[in-house]
């Protein structure tokens, strides 16, 4: 019999991200809802049809999303926050208003998908009654079959994982009433069809799995199985191995899927010394899902057939490692890159090619796969990445300052802030003029004069605004960089940018992680012009803006052939490089983001430790060597940082920016429990939502972040950079922050004095 092969999921934005600009449009008001769902629809078909074309077997229905796929699992069973419970479920509007907020309510908190850069919005349960609003899948599945004859795989977020990642004290409630709706969720499939349906639970690969969750998950799932009679179910995870190996095989189901590339080779010695059950299937990830590196087929195919060592050939399917959404949809169109990386490169399409090719030659229907692996060592033996100079020793960069406390006196005697000082993140609207000079510019139709004095243009007139609106430390915008990230890949060595690898990070924002191909370094200065510029326009403080070595790791494609950390240590020089640059310029206060530090965190308690030890050294490492007076900024965005209040303290940064508006407060908790001295702003207003804040509900966020810091120690901002808003929404907003925040400043005063 024939092995066979999947996919878990497909890039929802398009080749040219079509998804994107029609979600965007539809926004404006440029469509009508029927418009938007045709337009959606042939999109959606689009994909499945190039993946049967490519030679996948069981094609994912159900992964293809309007926003995100959490909310959709959420909205189908009827988990709508009470905020929005008067309006329809099954509107579109009540959709994307829970994604994004609308006029008069805020939008639902929005995290990281496990240790990734993909964003999901946070279901909320209190006060929810679990129902099956539509069978979303269902409608999906006959689509696929009925106008493009492709008899799919239902993919849908599972029940535990559901509950697991959402907001609420009645969870086991929920859970024990969300099951009846999937078993009819799954039995009306079935009743139409459906061979297979994969449940995605990645929640197994995290320590949250231990022997009490795996008990009450047995209960669950037999009762789903119980409620189901020809369809089979895939119990799918990925993103590591599972943590109860031995008690997740003997749950009913059909079959298993398992990540065999991001598990440290943990599966692979669970299956030998566990073995498999004969009467499932197991869907093996062997396909790196979530890096852009070609496979080394050969090297790959002996690792397939050590599992077949353990399951039969007609058991076995050959599949990704996760979802497909975590890559750039293909390679082609890329043409400005060295031969050496571009060739190195494997996108989604391409993907999808070597799992077929893979299955093909398992199946004795390829006789060789040297001809694909040929020109993937060519890279590693390169200069590119042979750098001898970058190689230092690390060990000799101090990473120690003076203390928290002497440096905030002479930085208090240097910029004499008032109480409650106001900033923002860092970035301003990024306008279609922006985006249209900086693409000539890279075009190389606009000359370099011509571009810089467009720049600094929209600097100054920033500077104004910012200095009108009365802001206490200012920013330059940053109006001629596209992404944090991608700006600096731009800018160091050993990095290169694509020209069409993008990424959906959340909603409609796609992003183009940088590819980290060789060893960086430092060459010369690359954000000294433009800050420098905007600090002569005024007396008050403007930060420098830097992206730290942790996000720029974990934002990128980093090279495989080295240890993560190893790229870190080389970043964290580079970044050092530049801070030193800002400062002997009379830059006096510099913001290292690092908003990708807790997205890093292993899923594995056990590895926490080392990572956090590794990426504060790094930040410490670029850091450390300014003078006491000079302001340490740094920022970092939605996440729980709970389980790592006390490395974000050891950053030692003299001012941190935390995101509390999504989360509505609950961030501050954290700081009840945890005594944190340094500076701290939880930003008061979301900007991801373009809903203008009230005055009252800053205020109201101010007062309650009073309750467990010093009015000595905390910043006003919004919570993350304002380059998605527009400038009209941006100005106002940030209004309504300052006038909020003069009137907490002076009743601080006041209580102070009396």
């Known amino acids: 019999m024939k092995m066979r092969n999947s996919n878990l999921g497909y890039p929802r934005i398009g080749e040219k991200r079509e998804w994107k600009k029609l979600l965007e449009a539809f926004w404006r008001g440029d469509l009508t809802e029927r418009e938007f769902y045709l337009d959606m629809k042939k999109i959606r078909l689009s994909h499945l049809v190039k993946q049967r074309e490519a030679g996948i077997d069981l094609v994912p229905v159900g992964d293809f999303s309007y926003y995100d796929h959490v909310l959709d699992t959420a909205v189908m069973f009827g988990l709508i926050p009470e905020r929005f419970r008067d309006q329809d479920p099954s509107l579109l509007q009540t959709y994307f208003s829970i994604a994004r907020g609308s006029k008069d309510k805020v939008a639902s908190e929005m995290t990281k998908w496990f240790n990734t850069n993909y964003h999901y919005i946070v279901p909320e349960l209190d006060g929810t009654e679990p129902r099956l609003i539509h069978n979303r899948l269902l409608e999906l599945y006959k689509e696929a079959r009925d106008e493009a004859g492709i008899k799919g795989k239902p993919?849908?977020?599972?029940?535990?994982?559901?509950?697991?990642?959402?907001?609420?004290?009645?969870?086991?409630?929920?859970?024990?009433?969300?099951?009846?709706?999937?078993?009819?969720?799954?039995?009306?499939?079935?009743?139409?069809?459906?061979?297979?349906?994969?449940i995605d639970e990645p929640i197994f690969v995290t320590s949250a799995a231990d022997a009490a969750f795996m008990k009450k998950t047995k209960k669950i799932y037999e009762s789903i199985k119980k409620g189901l009679g020809s369809a089979k179910l895939l119990l799918q995870t990925y993103f590591e191995c599972p943590e109860q190996y031995e008690q997740l095989i003997q749950?009913?189901?059909?079959?298993?899927?398992?990540?065999?590339?991001?598990?440290?080779?943990?599966?692979?010695?669970?299956?030998?010394?566990?073995?498999?059950?004969?009467?499932?299937?197991?869907?093996?990830?062997?396909?790196?899902?979530?890096?852009?590196?070609?496979?080394?087929?050969?090297?790959?195919?002996?690792?397939?057939?050590?599992?077949?060592?353990?399951v039969g050939r007609?058991?076995?399917?050959?599949?990704?490692?996760?979802?497909?959404?975590?890559?750039?949809?293909?390679?082609?169109?890329?043409?400005?890159?060295?031969?050496?990386?571009?060739?190195?490169?494997?996108?989604?399409?391409?993907?999808?090619?070597?799992?077929?090719?893979?299955?093909?030659?398992?199946?004795?229907?390829?006789?060789?796969?040297?001809?694909y692996d040929q020109g993937i060592s060519e890279l590693a033996a390169s200069d590119l990445r042979n750098r001898h100079s970058v190689h230092a020793s690390f060990d000799k960069y101090s990473t120690d300052r003076v203390s928290a406390a002497q440096r905030k006196e002479a930085q208090q005697r240097k910029f004499s802030l008032p109480v409650l000082p106001t900033t923002t993140i860092g970035s301003f609207p990024q306008t279609k003029e922006v985006r249209a000079a900086r693409l000539k510019y890279k075009k190389g139709t606009l000359l370099d004069s011509d571009y810089s004095q467009f720049i600094e243009g929209e600097i100054k007139k920033w500077i104004d605004i910012q200095e009108n609106l009365g802001l206490d430390v200012l920013v330059h915008g940053e109006f001629e960089r596209t992404d944090m990230v991608e700006y600096f890949g731009e800018k160091l060595e050993g990095m290169a940018?694509?020209?069409?690898?993008?990424?959906?990070?959340?909603?409609?924002?796609?992003?183009?992680?940088?590819?980290?191909?060789?060893?960086?370094?430092?060459?010369?200065?690359?954000?000294?012009?433009?800050?420098?510029?905007?600090?002569?326009?005024?007396?008050?403080?403007?930060?420098?803006?830097?992206?730290?070595?942790?996000?720029?790791?974990?934002?990128?494609?980093?090279?495989?052939?080295?240890?993560?950390?190893?790229?870190?240590?080389?970043?964290?020089?580079?970044?050092?490089?530049?801070?030193?640059?800002?400062?002997?310029?009379?830059?006096?206060?510099i913001q290292v983001d690092e908003p990708a530090l807790r997205e890093g965190?292993?899923?594995?308690?056990?590895?926490?430790?080392?990572?956090?030890?590794?990426?504060?050294?790094?930040?410490?490492?670029?850091?450390?060597?300014?003078?006491?007076?000079?302001?340490?900024?740094?920022?970092?965005?939605?996440?729980?940082?709970?389980?790592?209040?006390?490395?974000?303290?050891?950053?030692?940064?003299?001012?941190?920016?935390?995101?509390?508006?999504?989360?509505?407060?609950?961030l501050i908790?954290?700081?009840?429990?945890?005594?944190?001295?340094?500076?701290?702003?939880?930003?008061?207003?979301?900007?991801?939502?373009?809903?203008?804040?009230?005055?009252?509900?800053?205020?109201?966020?101010?007062?309650?972040?009073?309750?467990?810091?010093?009015?000595?120690?905390?910043?006003?901002?919004?919570?993350?950079?304002?380059?998605?808003?527009?400038?009209?929404?941006?100005?106002?907003?940030?209004?309504?922050?300052?006038?909020?925040?003069?009137?907490?400043?002076?009743?601080?005063?006041?209580?102070?004095?009396?």
């Open 669 to 754: 908790h954290s700081f009840e429990t945890y005594s944190y001295s340094k500076g701290i702003g939880l930003g008061v207003y979301d900007i991801h939502s373009p809903r203008i804040p009230s005055e009252t509900e800053i205020i109201r966020n101010i007062e309650r972040a009073l309750q467990v810091l010093d009015a000595g120690q905390f910043w006003v901002n919004p919570d993350c950079g304002l380059k998605t808003r527009g400038e009209k929404e941006a100005v106002e907003a940030l209004k309504i922050m300052v006038r909020a925040a003069k009137i907490c400043r002076e009743k601080a005063v006041q209580e102070t004095t009396v």
């Open 155 to 198: 993919v849908l977020v599972g029940p535990l994982t559901l509950t697991a990642l959402s907001k609420g004290e009645k969870k086991e409630k929920i859970l024990e009433k969300l099951v009846p709706l999937y078993v009819q969720v799954f039995k009306e499939l079935e009743e139409e069809g459906a061979e297979w349906i994969q």
């Open 601 to 666: 965190l292993p899923l594995k308690e056990k590895m926490r430790e080392q990572y956090l030890d590794e990426a504060v050294t790094a930040f410490k490492r670029s850091t450390a060597s300014v003078k006491p007076e000079t302001q340490i900024h740094t920022h970092m965005c939605y996440s729980s940082f709970e389980d790592m209040i006390e490395a974000i303290d050891a950053l030692d940064a003299d001012v941190i920016s935390i995101e509390t508006s999504r989360s509505h407060g609950e």
């Open 314 to 371: 007609d058991r076995l399917i050959l599949q990704p490692s996760c979802s497909l959404i975590h890559v750039p949809v293909t390679a082609e169109r890329e043409v400005n890159l060295h031969p050496l990386v571009k060739n190195s490169l494997a996108f989604a399409d391409e993907k999808l090619h070597e799992i077929t090719l893979l299955t093909k030659f398992m199946n004795f229907e390829e006789e060789t796969l040297s001809a």
């Open 251 to 310: 749950l009913p189901v059909d079959g298993l899927g398992l990540d065999f590339v991001h598990d440290r080779g943990k599966t692979l010695e669970h299956l030998n010394a566990f073995g498999f059950p004969k009467d499932k299937v197991l869907a093996a990830g062997v396909i790196d899902g979530r890096n852009i590196w070609k496979a080394e087929l050969q090297k790959t195919a002996k690792l397939v057939n050590r599992i077949l060592e353990k």
């Open 497 to 589: 940018i694509t020209s069409n690898g993008w990424v959906q990070s959340y909603g409609s924002r796609c992003v183009r992680p940088p590819v980290i191909y060789g060893d960086v370094f430092f060459e010369k200065p690359m954000t000294l012009k433009e800050t420098l510029f905007a600090q002569r326009l005024t007396d008050k403080p403007v930060k420098g803006m830097l992206t730290g070595p942790v996000t720029i790791v974990n934002w990128s494609f980093v090279r495989s052939d080295v240890p993560r950390a190893a790229v870190l240590n080389q970043l964290s020089l580079a970044i050092r490089a530049e801070v030193e640059a800002l400062e002997n310029a009379g830059i006096g206060m």
